[in-house]
């Protein structure tokens, strides 16, 4: 199916993409994502064990590895979140039947088996083709656990580890490039002052040691949103030890964790109010960079915002403790205005991981028994995937700004790059949920083809019984005169054009 968008009418804009001025490299890994033992993302969501009926290889259900695999996920960060910091590996090897089941106290206080552990996760990274990123236990876990836990991945040497992981089925040693020493040790993961975890940090990165040949990046784990003093204190005390340093910052509606407000049922105050709160999240990166900048001017560490998304009310009649969420167009334009942020400062930005893969928060897929759906922001990062690994080129924007109250917001918000063929894409997001804008592209390309994401109403999304209610499709029409093209962008969509 094709739409033409020539004969709207439409805000006047002017985009002029600075081809000749090109900037840093995309990581690919700012597409990354997010699995934590929480509600249904892995159980059920990931895992369904060898007995399934559900279609699976080694108890990893089939159609969420084909659906994430078409994402070319680069990174998966596992096992959390705040359940990293009590979860303990060894209890997640050997034998299913005899391993231990363990509470879950951070999200629903339910008990899990260990069937997912160490073993199927790397499995499961080596199905979608992502590059694995562990998050160790530094909350209530020992130097010597975490330690051992890197070599019984990565090692190749005679060791009992080694010989552990052995006889567990595994005789090759696996590649672990990311290892991150704790999560959120400021709140759920030990409730630190930055001192303290920079302490901390420090003594158990040192055993966090490279084996046979591998060579793990250790991430610090960073501040909470507008914490600069966190990375203040961090960097002053711990640059030199890190190759990243994590950003956590979530988009509440609302702002007010006691009251996030729904996924769905909302009006335009609320799809502006989203708008707004993300947009933060520029600001937020930019005044970290700066204090890193001050100790780390060559750039060395990365900024790893390993946590990000939506997150609202749940739904209701689910576990409060599962943080199940539907995902509207709403997230879609989130995905894809986070993403152009991530672009944008790539010169610093090395990673990002959405939360969460399956069935949590802003999640790209969700799953009913047998039954799986795509959601707009699985849609959103599909059509981005072009920008990985791409040379980022400077835009110049002019818009009317998209007004609501006394707040206004920038009408459209973008981003762009080059690829090794040499071909030049941007990404577009129109935020104004009721106005289409006309934008006048320089220079003029030869040939011009793009897919558009939209639907009808700001809280579309899709269901299970109607999977393709906001789903990409392709435009084919487009004003041009000697100088320039124009291309009209509807009201609240995001569209991904080629030019060549």
Same mark, same amino acid.
């Given at each position: 199916?094709?739409?033409?968008?020539?004969?709207?009418?439409?805000?006047?804009?002017?985009?002029?993409?600075?081809?000749?001025?090109?900037?840093?490299?995309?990581?690919?890994?700012?597409?990354?994502?997010?699995?934590?033992?929480?509600?249904?993302?892995?159980?059920?969501?990931?895992?369904?064990?060898?007995?399934?009926?559900?279609?699976?290889?080694?108890?990893?259900?089939?159609?969420?590895?084909?659906?994430?695999?078409?994402?070319?996920?680069?990174?998966?960060?596992?096992?959390?979140?705040?359940?990293?910091?009590?979860?303990?590996?060894?209890?997640?090897?050997?034998?299913?039947?005899?391993?231990?089941?363990?509470?879950?106290?951070?999200?629903?206080?339910?008990?899990?088996?260990?069937?997912?552990?160490?073993?199927?996760?790397?499995?499961?990274?080596?199905?979608?083709?992502?590059?694995?990123?562990i998050c160790g236990n530094v909350g209530s876990g020992t130097v010597q656990e975490m330690m051992q836990w890197v070599e019984y991945i990565t090692s190749d040497a005679e060791s009992p580890m080694t010989q552990l992981?052995?006889?567990?089925?595994?005789?090759?040693?696996?590649?672990?490039?990311?290892?991150?020493?704790?999560?959120?040790?400021?709140?759920?993961?030990?409730?630190?002052? *930055?001192?303290?975890?920079?302490?901390?940090?420090?003594?158990?990165?040192?055993?966090?040691?490279?084996?046979?040949?591998?060579?793990?990046?250790?991430?610090?784990?960073?501040?909470?949103?507008?914490?600069?003093?966190?990375?203040?204190?961090?960097?002053?005390?711990?640059?030199?030890?890190? @190759?990243?340093?994590?950003?956590?910052?979530?988009?509440?509606?609302?702002?007010?964790?006691?009251?996030?407000?729904?996924?769905?049922?909302?009006?335009?105050?609320?799809?502006?109010?989203?708008?707004?709160?993300?947009?933060?999240?520029?600001?937020?990166?930019?005044?970290?960079?700066?204090?890193?900048?001050?100790?780390?001017?060559?750039?060395?560490?990365?900024?790893?915002?390993?946590?990000?998304?939506?997150?609202?009310?749940?739904?209701?009649?689910?576990? *409060?403790?599962?943080?199940?969420?539907?995902?509207?167009?709403?997230?879609?334009?989130?995905?894809?205005? @986070?993403?152009?942020?991530?672009?944008?400062?790539?010169?610093?930005?090395?990673?990002?991981?959405?939360?969460?893969?399956?069935?949590?928060?802003?999640?790209?897929?969700?799953?009913?028994?047998?039954?799986?759906?795509?959601?707009?922001?699985?849609?959103?990062?599909?059509?981005?995937?072009?920008?990985?690994?791409?040379?980022?080129?400077?835009?110049?924007?002019?818009?009317?700004?998209?007004?609501?109250?006394?707040?206004?917001?920038?009408?459209?918000?973008?981003?762009?790059?080059?690829?090794?063929?040499?071909?030049?894409?941007?990404?577009?997001?129109?935020?104004?949920?009721?106005?289409?804008?006309?934008?006048?592209?320089?220079?003029?390309?030869?040939?011009?083809?793009?897919?558009?994401?939209?639907?009808?109403?700001?809280?579309?999304? @899709?269901?299970?019984?109607?999977?393709?209610?906001?789903?990409?499709?392709?435009?084919?029409?487009?004003?041009?005169?000697?100088?320039?093209?124009?291309?009209?962008? *509807?009201?609240?969509?995001?569209?991904?054009?080629?030019?060549?």
């Amino acid at each position: 199916m094709t739409i033409s968008t020539a004969s709207v009418s439409a805000s006047d804009c002017k985009l002029r993409l600075r081809v000749n001025e090109p900037g840093c490299r995309i990581n690919p890994n700012i597409y990354g994502h997010f699995a934590e033992h929480l509600g249904r993302c892995v159980y059920e969501g990931i895992w369904v064990g060898e007995d399934s009926p559900i279609p699976n290889t080694r108890g990893i259900r089939k159609d969420v590895v084909g659906a994430l695999k078409y994402l070319h996920i680069p990174v998966l960060r596992w096992p959390g979140g705040c359940f990293a910091d009590e979860y303990h590996w060894k209890d997640g090897i050997g034998p299913r039947e005899k391993r231990p089941t363990m509470i879950n106290t951070h999200w629903g206080g339910v008990s899990e088996n260990n069937h997912f552990g160490t073993h199927e996760f790397m499995d499961l990274c080596e199905q979608i083709g992502a590059a694995p990123y562990i998050c160790g236990n530094v909350g209530s876990g020992t130097v010597q656990e975490m330690m051992q836990w890197v070599e019984y991945i990565t090692s190749d040497a005679e060791s009992p580890m080694t010989q552990l992981r052995r006889n567990n089925g595994r005789h090759e040693p696996w590649k672990l490039p990311y290892f991150g020493v704790g999560n959120e040790s400021w709140g759920c993961g030990g409730n630190m002052r *930055p001192e303290y975890y920079a302490d901390n940090f420090r003594r158990y990165n040192t055993y966090v040691k490279n084996y046979s040949g591998n060579r793990v990046e250790r991430f610090a784990c960073g501040a909470n949103g507008a914490d600069f003093n966190w990375t203040e204190s961090l960097m002053s005390q711990a640059a030199s030890h890190m @190759n990243g340093l994590s950003l956590h910052f979530y988009t509440l509606p609302t702002g007010n964790w006691s009251l996030k407000g729904s996924s769905t049922v909302f009006g335009e105050e609320e799809w502006h109010s989203t708008f707004v709160q993300t947009l933060r999240m520029d600001d937020l990166i930019t005044r970290h960079a700066e204090i890193m900048d001050k100790y780390d001017p060559s750039k060395r560490v990365g900024l790893i915002v390993d946590e990000w998304g939506t997150w609202y009310d749940v739904e209701p009649g689910t576990n *409060p403790g599962f943080l199940y969420q539907q995902n509207t167009l709403r997230d879609a334009l989130v995905a894809a205005i @986070n993403l152009n942020i991530f672009n944008r400062h790539c010169d610093r930005v090395t990673m990002a991981n959405i939360a969460q893969t399956v069935n949590v928060l802003q999640a790209m897929i969700l799953t009913d028994k047998e039954r799986i759906r795509l959601t707009p922001t699985y849609h959103v990062f599909e059509m981005y995937k072009v920008h990985q690994g791409a040379t980022l080129i400077p835009v110049e924007l002019e818009c009317p700004e998209y007004r609501l109250g006394g707040a206004s917001l920038p009408m459209l918000h973008a981003s762009a790059s080059r690829d090794a063929a040499n071909r030049t894409h941007l990404s577009i997001a129109n935020l104004d949920p009721n106005q289409a804008a006309r934008v006048s592209l320089t220079p003029l390309f030869a040939s011009l083809k793009g897919r558009l994401l939209t639907a009808d109403d700001i809280s579309a999304h @899709n269901t299970f019984d109607a999977p393709s209610r906001v789903h990409p499709r392709q435009i084919d029409e487009f004003e041009r005169d000697n100088n320039a093209a124009a291309v009209v962008i *509807p009201s609240k969509s995001v569209l991904v054009l080629e030019l060549e």
